[in-house]
């Protein structure tokens, strides 16, 4: 099934949040103030918060059809995680995209769209969660990006770096959701994940004169 | 060999049960989220893929059972899921009898597998039954441990019912009722 990516450029949002969502069960707090905590899901999963501002006509059918296509949670999506501010691009940030050799555009005055960060990683099995990296092309990775891979049978799903490792590993965060071969391009410069809305009655506001409305939206990684 | 009370498995704050079916096709599901593969050295189900995408709802706490102790309890399953829908409408179905059990495994702080899986609790499978509760449905497999039928009462009174259920239509039992004020001395 090819999923639909949320069109993130359509509708940018005003607020955006990203976190990860554990479960975990508590033994209660001592009377020394201490508490002990034992996590019981596997790793845990991907939650995303999504805000934005319906300033159009057009924004507001726009919203209205996504969120209907949806079909109540029941039809995953790709939501994109914006990486124009965070991504390891070589020169700090994205560029507009690649013009000809001789410097022209095409006709509208667009470029060639390319990846500007090139990483691939070696073979990885299941629910690892140490990826060796190749970086062809990249910024300095600090810790803290995302990336996405597209995998084999179970789409495309985002992962974190948690640390970066002196012997050119990465840890990442949620475990891979499948195994991976060896040089699995790792998507930096438009990462995505598959989510499912968890709350669709509720995502769009009332639409309020001049006619304006919101966009709430809540998200939840996805099988 | 290790154990599930070993003072280090005891510091591993992460842990998950994991639920195998022994049907046909064996059903195979954990409480963790996405996948899990076990090792090909599981003593019981070697290499098993198990699922935690939302079917299995919740495990019910099992008791250690000695001196013939028995218990029957509930797991709950997704009611919208094709595999638990077909324990409670395909009449093929093979839920009735199969083995379920009942394996906790430690994670470490990378969530990768750090103890053998503990296979502690072994039922079988009676009656699948399905129930709603507003927008909820769920599936609920009974699953009785080894020695529930011995911790029945002794006693059972044999009815025209029971006879019917194997002998339809044989009229033997009929009169039962009738004869229980008599005793027969013998």
Same mark, same amino acid.
């Given at each position: 099934?090819?999923?639909?990516?949320?069109?993130?450029?359509?509708?940018?949002?005003?607020?955006?949040?990203?976190?990860?969502?554990?479960?975990?069960?508590?033994?209660?707090?001592?009377?020394?103030?201490?508490?002990?905590?034992?996590?019981?899901?596997?790793?845990?999963?991907?939650?995303?918060?999504?805000?934005?501002?319906?300033?159009?006509?057009?924004?507001?059918?726009?919203?209205?059809?996504?969120?209907?296509?949806?079909?109540?949670?029941?039809?995953?999506?790709?939501?994109?995680?914006?990486?124009?501010?965070?991504?390891?691009?070589?020169?700090?940030?994205?560029?507009?995209?690649?013009?000809?050799?001789?410097?022209?555009?095409?006709?509208?005055?667009?470029?060639?769209?390319?990846?500007?960060?090139?990483?691939?990683?070696?073979?990885?099995?299941?629910?690892?969660?140490?990826?060796?990296?190749?970086?062809?092309?990249?910024?300095?990775?600090?810790?803290?990006?995302?990336?996405?891979?597209?995998?084999?049978?179970?789409?495309?799903?985002?992962?974190?770096?948690?640390?970066?490792?002196?012997?050119?590993?990465?840890?990442?965060?949620?475990?891979?959701?499948?195994?991976?071969?060896?040089?699995?391009?790792?998507?930096?410069?438009?990462?995505?994940?598959?989510?499912?809305?968890?709350?669709?009655?509720?995502?769009?506001?009332?639409?309020?004169?001049?006619?304006?409305?919101?966009?709430?939206?809540?998200?939840?990684?996805?099988? | 060999?290790?154990?599930?009370?070993?003072?280090?498995?005891?510091?591993?704050?992460?842990?998950?049960?994991?639920?195998?079916?022994?049907?046909?096709?064996?059903?195979?599901?954990?409480?963790?989220?996405?996948?899990?593969?076990?090792?090909?050295?599981?003593?019981?189900?070697?290499?098993?893929?198990?699922?935690?995408?939302?079917?299995?709802?919740?495990?019910?706490?099992?008791?250690?059972?000695?001196?013939?102790?028995?218990?029957?309890?509930?797991?709950?399953?997704?009611?919208?899921?094709?595999?638990?829908?077909?324990?409670?409408?395909?009449?093929?179905?093979?839920?009735?009898?199969?083995?379920? =059990?009942?394996?906790?495994?430690?994670?470490? $702080? %990378?969530?990768? +597998?750090?103890? !053998?899986?503990?296979?502690? &609790?072994?039922?079988?499978?009676?009656?699948?039954?399905?129930?709603?509760?507003?927008?909820?449905?769920?599936?609920?497999?009974?699953?009785?441990?080894?020695?529930?039928?011995?911790?029945?009462?002794?006693?059972?009174?044999?009815?025209?019912?029971?006879?019917?259920? =194997?002998?339809?239509?044989?009229?033997?039992? $009929? %009169?039962?009722? +009738?004869?229980? !004020?008599?005793?027969?001395? &013998?």
């Amino acid at each position: 099934m090819t999923l639909d990516v949320f069109p993130q450029e359509l509708l940018w949002p005003n607020s955006l949040r990203w976190f990860p969502s554990r479960v975990t069960d508590s033994g209660g707090m001592t009377e020394g103030g201490l508490e002990r905590l034992a996590v019981k899901d596997g790793g845990g999963k991907w939650g995303c918060e999504y805000a934005a501002p319906l300033l159009t006509v057009e924004t507001i059918k726009l919203a209205r059809s996504l969120i209907s296509r949806m079909r109540g949670g029941s039809v995953p999506i790709l939501v994109p995680f914006y990486n124009a501010a965070e991504g390891p691009y070589p020169l700090g940030a994205p560029s507009d995209g690649v013009p000809f050799s001789d410097g022209s555009s095409f006709s509208d005055g667009s470029l060639f769209a390319a990846d500007l960060i090139s990483i691939s990683a070696a073979a990885a099995a299941l629910r690892a969660t140490t990826l060796t990296i190749d970086i062809t092309v990249s910024g300095d990775l600090i810790g803290g990006e995302v990336f996405s891979i597209v995998h084999t049978t179970r789409d495309e799903h985002a992962y974190l770096i948690d640390a970066v490792n002196e012997d050119g590993t990465v840890d990442i965060w949620p475990p891979l959701r499948e195994a991976i071969p060896d040089g699995t391009p790792l998507n930096f410069d438009t990462p995505k994940c598959k989510m499912i809305i968890t709350n669709p009655s509720d995502a769009m506001g009332a639409v309020t004169p001049p006619y304006l409305s919101s966009l709430s939206m809540t998200f939840r990684e996805a099988w | 060999m290790a154990s599930l009370y070993d003072t280090t498995l005891g510091e591993l704050h992460r842990f998950a049960a994991l639920i195998h079916i022994a049907t046909a096709t064996p059903c195979r599901y954990w409480t963790g989220d996405g996948y899990i593969a076990l090792p090909g050295d599981d003593e019981l189900d070697p290499s098993g893929q198990y699922e935690g995408i939302g079917v299995l709802t919740e495990v019910p706490a099992f008791r250690q059972l000695v001196g013939g102790a028995a218990e029957q309890v509930n797991v709950t399953f997704s009611g919208v899921d094709t595999i638990p829908k077909s324990w409670v409408h395909d009449p093929m179905s093979d839920i009735v009898g199969a083995i379920m =059990t009942v394996g906790i495994v430690f994670l470490d $702080e %990378r969530e990768q +597998i750090a103890s !053998p899986v503990f296979w502690i &609790w072994p039922g079988t499978i009676d009656v699948p039954s399905l129930s709603r509760n507003g927008n909820v449905k769920s599936v609920a497999l009974t699953v009785g441990s080894e020695l529930l039928d011995r911790a029945r009462a002794a006693l059972v009174m044999w009815t025209n019912a029971d006879h019917q259920t =194997t002998h339809s239509g044989d009229r033997f039992f $009929e %009169r039962t009722a +009738i004869n229980n !004020p008599f005793s027969e001395k &013998w």
